[in-house]
C-alpha cells in the first residue's frame, strides 16, 4: 500500500488492493482474461476507476506472483 501510495499516488483500502492482487495473481492470461477480470473488480470496487484497478493489478503481479509474466 505504501509504494502505491509513495510511487503512484494511489491511495487504496488495504483490503481492496489485497483483492485486485489475489485476482490479478488468478486471473487468466489468454485471451481477454485479464481484461475480464479488470471489469469485474471495477464493479466490485466502483470506488476504484478503471486505470487504478488495473494499475494495482499489475502492481500485485509483480509483488506477488512474477512468474506469471511472460
Known amino acids: 500500500m505504501q509504494s502505491l ?3 503512484q499516488g494511489i491511495d487504496i483500502d488495504e483490503s481492496a488492493a489485497i483483492d485486485i492482487a489475489r485476482a490479478g495473481c488468478q486471473a487468466p492470461t489468454a485471451g ?7 471489469q469485474k473488480l471495477q464493479q466490485r470496487h466502483p470506488e476504484y476507476d478503471i486505470s ?19
Do not use: S
Open 32 to 38: 481477454v482474461g485479464l481484461y475480464n477480470a479488470q
Open 5 to 7: 501510495k509513495r510511487n
Open 52 to 70: 487504478t484497478v488495473a494499475l494495482v493489478m499489475a502492481q500485485g503481479v509483480l509483488a506477488y506472483c512474477p512468474e506469471r509474466l511472460p
